[in-house]
């Protein structure tokens, strides 16, 4: 089992649509949470952080996590064209000064 | 204008050469890292610093090194002892220690992409 597992898609969305990123990892003493999008060719863009359990939202974006079920989310309302990326879902293990990264979810966002 | 700077942008390697790939960063960030990424892969940790004159080993260390002299850099060098060592190279840096609630949020530099001739 990887430590940090997401679904690699693509997801494909049409224009207007809320997409959903999912993302589950092993360590049940992880602290911190992040959601990273990167367009290809172009390093991480740091896009939410959540570090307790309920949602957070930030403009379009919404992550919610729920450390029970080992889980954090990404909720990308009324999506655009230029919302087409890959997000990166990062965990901080509880014991360690290092994050751990899914593969990464393709989003395709159709006009 | 703060930030990561990384370079080269690009750089070929002809094989059984050592090259270092540079990170600088004017953040005032006291941890720095290294990543490599693989075509659609993630992230793979490499080395490490939280502290000038001081680092540690990531996932997949063998066949670099690393050297932190100064807070503001933490060049690469990739070894001939890496045998695959063609992918994108990240750098990025957290501004204390990671664990500590808004301190360890993760910045990224711009990325090398280093190609094995």
């Known amino acids: 089992q990887k430590e940090v597992e997401q679904n690699s898609g693509p997801l494909s969305v049409p224009e207007g649509a809320i997409a959903s990123l999912n993302c589950t990892y092993s360590?049940?003493?992880?602290?911190?949470f992040f959601w990273y999008r990167q367009y290809s060719g172009k390093s991480p863009e740091l896009i939410m952080s959540i570090y307790s359990n309920g949602d957070k939202e930030d403009g379009r974006f919404t992550a919610q996590l729920n450390k029970a079920s080992q889980y954090v989310s990404l909720l990308i309302r009324d999506s655009q064209p230029s919302d087409s990326a890959t997000y990166l879902c990062a965990v901080l293990k509880a014991a360690g000064n290092k994050l751990t990264f899914g593969g990464g979810t393709r989003v395709l966002v159709k006009p | 204008d703060g930030g990561i700077t990384q370079s080269p942008k690009y750089l070929f390697r002809k094989e059984g050469q050592n090259v270092t790939l540079s990170c600088e960063q004017n953040l005032n960030h006291d941890a720095m890292y290294w990543y490599r990424q693989d075509p659609g892969q993630g992230l793979r940790l490499i080395y490490y610093?939280?502290?000038?004159?001081?680092?540690q080993k990531g996932d997949i260390a063998e066949g670099y090194s690393v050297s932190r002299e100064k807070k503001e850099s933490f060049p690469l060098t990739v070894t001939s002892a890496q045998k695959n060592p063609t992918a994108f190279y990240l750098c990025a840096s957290t501004r204390g220690l990671a664990g500590a609630s808004g301190n360890n949020e993760q910045f990224f530099g711009p990325g090398t992409r280093l190609t094995v001739l």
């Open positions: 610093s939280q502290i000038v004159n001081d680092f």
């Open positions: 360590d049940r003493g992880s602290q911190s």
